[in-house]
């Protein structure tokens, strides 16, 4: 066991100098403008503020009581008539929060660039991020706490926190726009409730992610096939959570890294680690920003789950092991999704240089699902994964073009 764990280390290790040596990202703090430190620390109600946009923070209830934040920004600066505002809903990625849509400042930011589309903007946050970390009774300190993956963000959350807003705004339905495992959330929910199909406008998927059996990224690929140990040791040395914000978060918005060498390197590249780097579309002086918000937490098992499916190459329920799934599901193995019951409108958004989320995998998903109008490759060769939030370029590239479906649903 512990042979095994010593193996996963040196893998990520191995990989951390191996993205190290290829692309080097360095920057130093103490040239940097304050004002970007300052977003750094700055959570996303109050950075929307700093910008001089309204902002609204409203918890919902799941059904499985998970205490939940969401942010609003109801109406644009230049463009702040209040009535009768489409509603639109984005849902954040894997270790994000609603600040993915922020940070970029308001030319770039998908929510300001929506509010001043004229939308009344809803950003969700899953269970265990930043944002929402309370339960009825159970405590983020308990493992309790942390016994889901993106099944029940896809199950509970998003389904709970639509009907908030739609109670909340008077509409009968909204458009969606989700990015990486947002998408996933989406598919889990008008999968396993399709009434959820009926109060969707739209769904405009970012990198959308459903197989994901042709992941290019070296540090998945290298750690997927320890899926079923890796939770095993997670579980015996007591890790429910992977990456919470705060830790890394801390040194980008301070410090920044410690000056130990493989620290530092680890903390740079952590993200580029994981989803590919394409130094021509990250603006770097932004860097600190992003690194204050990301990663904002998630539960180990959200790794396993995908980790499970990049083996099977299936878009399947959480395997539980023959015993509890039979018991749970009826059958030794998880059940798959059922993609053909997805009703919505799909426009499908992707990449080619994507690690995570790669044409063939999402050609996989438009042929079996039985209601996508659109599939739009982004029209450049090296835009990767984080692109589609962090890209100097994300508007021309795609932000332009999904509100311009967008405003043929109004
Ligand atoms: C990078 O970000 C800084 C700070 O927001 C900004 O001043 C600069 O214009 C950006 N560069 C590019 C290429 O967008
Ligand atoms: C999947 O959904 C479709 C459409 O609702 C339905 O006809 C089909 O029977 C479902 N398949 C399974 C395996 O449940």
């Given at each position: 066991m512990l042979f095994k764990l010593c193996i996963i280390k040196f893998i990520i290790i191995f990989h951390v100098i191996y993205v190290h040596t290829e692309n080097t990202i360095d920057y130093d703090l103490?040239?940097?403008d304050p004002s970007i430190i300052e977003d750094a620390t700055l959570d996303t109600f109050t950075l929307i503020k700093k910008y001089g946009f309204p902002c609204e923070i409203h918890r919902v209830y799941t059904e499985d009581k998970y205490i939940l934040e969401v942010h609003r920004v109801?109406?644009?600066?230049?463009?702040?008539?209040?009535?009768n505002r489409p509603v639109v809903f984005l849902q954040h990625g894997l270790l994000s929060s609603s600040a993915e849509f922020v940070l970029m400042r308001p030319d770039k930011g998908l929510a300001y660039l929506l509010a001043e589309a004229g939308y009344d903007v809803w950003m969700g946050n899953a269970r265990g991020n930043t944002y929402s970390r309370h339960h009825a009774f159970l405590?983020?300190?308990?493992?309790e706490f942390w016994k889901f993956s993106w099944h029940e963000i896809g199950h509970y959350d998003v389904p709970a926190m639509i009907d908030y807003v739609i109670k909340e705004t008077g509409v009968q339905k909204i458009q969606y726009i989700g990015f990486s495992q947002g998408t996933t959330a989406f598919w889990v929910m008008t999968s396993t409730r399709p009434e959820y199909n009926d109060k969707i406008l739209a769904m405009h998927a970012m990198a959308p992610i459903a197989y994901v059996g042709n992941i290019r990224s070296p540090v998945i690929r290298a750690v997927a096939p320890f899926t079923n140990s890796l939770e095993r040791i997670l579980k015996l040395i007591g890790?429910?959570?992977?990456?919470?914000?705060?830790m890394i978060n801390k040194l980008a918005g301070e410090k920044l890294c410690l000056e130990e060498a493989l620290t530092q390197v680890l903390c740079k590249n952590l993200l580029f680690l994981f989803c590919g780097f394409n130094a021509e579309q990250l603006n770097t002086t932004m860097l600190p920003v992003v690194l204050g918000h990301t990663p904002a937490g998630a539960s180990t098992r959200q790794f396993i789950h995908f980790g499970q499916m990049y083996k099977s190459k299936k878009f399947a329920f959480f395997d539980q092991g023959w015993f509890r799934n039979k018991w749970n599901y009826g059958t030794f193995k998880p059940p798959s999704y059922n993609i053909s019951a997805i009703r919505t409108p799909i426009f499908l958004h992707y990449a080619d240089n994507d690690w995570l989320s790669t044409p063939k995998d999402v050609d996989k998903f438009f042929k079996e699902a039985?209601?996508?109008v659109g599939k739009y490759r982004v029209p450049l060769d090296k835009f990767n994964h984080l692109d589609f939030v962090f890209a100097n370029d994300a508007k021309k590239l795609i932000y332009d073009r999904i509100i311009r479906i967008m405003s043929q649903f109004i």
């Open positions: 103490r040239d940097t109801p109406y644009g600066k230049r463009n702040s008539t209040r009535q405590k983020p300190t308990s493992s890790a429910n959570e992977i990456l919470p914000n705060g039985k209601t996508v």
